[in-house]
C-alpha cells in the first residue's frame, strides 16, 4: 500500500486549502484514514482521522470547525479541507492508513502508533 499527499503550499492566514492522500495497491475501503501533522521542532500531532464507511470522524479538539475530513472511496482519496488557516497551523501534513478490523477507542484513533501506513508528507506554510 502506498500513500501519497499533495495539496500542499504556501498561502496567507485566513486562506484555505485541501490536502489529498491518494492511495495505491489496495482499495482505501480496507482502512481507517489519518491525517497527522508536524511543525518543526515538535512531535507528531494528530489531526483528523475517518473511519472506513466514513460515517465517524474524529478531529484534534482545536480544530474542530476549521478542518474537514472526508473521503472517497471511490475516488482511493482521502482529503482534509482546512479553513481559516493559520500561521501555527504550519507544519508538514502526513496521511495514514490503519488497516485494523474491530473496536478501538478514540484514543487509538488518535494515537499515531496506530496506523499501519504513511505517505511522504506535504508541506503547508501559513504566513501572517
Known amino acids: 500500500v502506498q500513500l501519497q499527499a499533495s495539496g500542499g503550499g504556501s498561502v496567507q492566514a485566513g486562506d484555505s486549502l485541501r490536502l489529498s492522500c491518494a492511495v495505491s495497491?489496495?482499495?482505501?475501503?480496507?482502512?481507517?484514514m489519518g491525517w497527522f501533522r508536524q511543525a518543526p521542532g515538535k512531535e507528531r500531532e494528530f489531526v483528523a482521522a475517518?473511519?472506513?464507511?466514513?460515517?465517524?470522524?474524529y478531529y484534534a479538539d482545536s480544530l474542530k470547525g476549521w478542518f474537514t475530513i472526508s473521503r472517497d472511496n471511490a475516488k482511493n482519496t482521502v482529503y482534509l479541507q482546512m479553513n481559516s488557516l493559520k500561521p501555527e497551523d504550519t507544519a508538514v501534513y502526513y496521511c495514514?492508513?490503519?488497516?485494523?478490523?474491530?473496536?478501538?477507542?478514540?484514543?487509538?484513533?488518535?494515537?499515531?502508533?496506530?496506523?499501519?501506513?504513511w505517505g511522504q508528507g506535504t508541506q503547508v506554510t501559513v504566513s501572517s
Open positions: 495497491g489496495r482499495p482505501i475501503s480496507y482502512y481507517d
Open positions: 495514514a492508513a490503519d488497516r485494523t478490523i474491530g473496536l478501538i477507542t478514540t484514543a487509538q484513533r488518535m494515537d499515531a502508533n496506530s496506523y499501519d501506513y
Open positions: 475517518i473511519i472506513r464507511g466514513g460515517d465517524s470522524t
